[in-house]
Every structure is written in C-alpha cells, then in structure tokens.
C-alpha cells in the first residue's frame, strides 16, 4: 500500500493542514486536507473516503470536493461513516443550507456523493481493501480503522483517548505495517486532553504499553497547530517518529 501525508494536524496554519491521508491514490482517510493539496485529476481518483468521526477537522474538505469533481466521475464518490457520523453529515453539512445536498444532485440516482453507514466495529469491504472499524474513545461516535489490502495491514487510531479496544484488535492484526497514532495536547494540558478525548504524550507512552509491536511502525498525527514545537520535544524520547506534510511510505 501506498500511504500519502496529505495532513496530519489537529487543525490549520500555514505550516500545518488537518487530517487527511491518501491510500494508493484512491482511498482517502478523513477529508481534513483533500482540496487544498490534490489536483483536480487527482481529486476525481479518490472513489472512497473513510470518515472516523464528525468533527469539523476530519470532514470539511467534503463539500468543497463534491462541488469539484461533479460532473467529471461515472460514479459517486463513496463516504464511508458510522451511523452517527453519517447522520451528523446528513443533518449538518449536507443539509440544504450550510451545503446543498450532493448526495442527490445532480440526481438521486447519479449523485457526486454517496453517504454509506457501517456499524462501529463492523468489518466491511472498501473496493480491494477489507476495513475493521473499531470504536475508540471521544465526545462523539469515532473510529479507528485496520485496513488490509491481503498482504499488509495500515492502521490509522482516529481521534481518541485512552482505550483498550483498539489495542486488542490491532495486537490480533498480525500483518500490521504501521500506526498513525493521534497525539493531540501537551502532558501541560492533560485535563483537556481527557475531557476532550485525545492523548498526550504522556498518555501516549502509557498506551504503547498496551502494544504487541511485532515491528510495526507508530506514526504520530493530529498535533494542535498551536503546540507543534512542544509536543515535539516531549515525543521525542518515544519510539515513534512524528508525520510530516508530505511524505510518502511504501506499505
Ligand atoms: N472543553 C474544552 N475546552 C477547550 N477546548 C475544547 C474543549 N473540548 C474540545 N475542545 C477543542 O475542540 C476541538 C474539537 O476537535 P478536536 O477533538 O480535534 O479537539 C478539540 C479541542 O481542541
């Protein structure tokens, strides 16, 4: 698997965009950062989107990709969200008056968006890719995804506090290549941290206990944009690297 850093920030500067990663050119995971780095013949590839949860970073660039690529696919472009986060979609942004409604424009039967719900902790087919979603822990319904292509296996953790879901199903992942592992706050705002659902650097080490590695990799996204420099120096006696914009890896 190809895995492309399209965003991997907890918001946005100008040195930072949202969360967004790229499989293979045509599975985007989270739409925190697809228009504003894609061209448009490399928008109009992205046939499916996996959505971990609501939240304004993870979802925003979906309006701005349907109004881009209608007309120029033969088929719609798949969100993939749970119940919640579907509804959340549907009422929210999809609803007449923050956005039309793409999913039945410019017809019900031919739209540029097709919303699809899957049960949190379902398993389901993505085109050539087999999806695990696992709850984890955050103020509204959010995902972690295990997505196998048969041969490896890419995680990616969403937003989330502490958890143990997530470790058991990632330890019974034997062909696991690599984490993107959330790390949100530094271990200065721990309250916020919990309240809000997201880890520290501290609670990230207390969570990498919880790990069979067996050699895969652990990826840190969703830094807060305003604490970048900081969160950097209290990961750095981890053994995890920091994603940077931009770069590709080879699963
Ligand atoms: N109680 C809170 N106090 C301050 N900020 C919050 C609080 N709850 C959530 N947030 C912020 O709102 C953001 C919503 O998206 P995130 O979960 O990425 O990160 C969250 C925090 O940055």
């Known amino acids: 698997m190809k895995l492309q ?19 293979d050119d045509v599975l985007a ?12 013949e490399q928008l109009c590839k992205v046939d499916d989107i996996l959505v971990g949860h609501s939240h304004f970073d993870h979802v925003k660039d979906l309006p ?9 696919r033969d088929r719609p472009v798949t969100i993939h969200a749970s119940r919640e986060c579907a509804k959340a979609l549907r ?8 956005w ?10 031919k739209p540029v968006l097709a ?4 049960r949190a902790g379902s398993t389901f087919q993505v085109g050539p890719y087999t999806v695990k ?5 955050h103020p509204v319904e959010s995902c972690a995804f295990i997505i196998s292509d048969g041969k490896s296996s890419l995680a990616m953790s969403g937003d989330t506090g ?22 949100s706050f530094p271990n200065s705002l721990q309250a916020l941290a919990d309240i809000s659902g997201h880890l520290t650097p501290a609670t990230v080490g207390s969570e990498l206990r919880k790990f069979d590695r067996n050699g895969a990799q652990v990826m840190l996204y969703h830094l807060k944009p305003a604490f970048v420099t900081q969160l950097k120096k209290e990961l750095a006696p981890l053994p995890v690297n920091v994603l940077e914009l931009g770069e590709t890896f080879q699963f």
């Open 162 to 183: 502490p958890t143990d879901k997530l470790w058991k199903a990632l330890n019974a992942t034997k062909d696991l290549k690599a984490l993107l592992l959330e790390a």
């Open 115 to 118: 919303i699809k719900t899957f």
């Open 29 to 40: 995971l989270d739409a925190g950062a697809l228009t504003g780095t894609l061209t448009l």
């Open 5 to 23: 850093v399209l965003g991997c920030h907890g918001g946005e500067l100008p040195t930072c965009r949202s969360t967004c990663f790229l499989v």
């Open 133 to 137: 979603s696992v709850p984890v822990s």
């Open 64 to 72: 701005l990709l349907a109004d881009l690529v209608i007309g120029r």
């Open 100 to 109: 039309p409604d793409f999913t039945r424009i410019p017809t019900r039967l």
């Open 91 to 98: 009422e929210n942004m999809f609803n007449n008056a923050l």
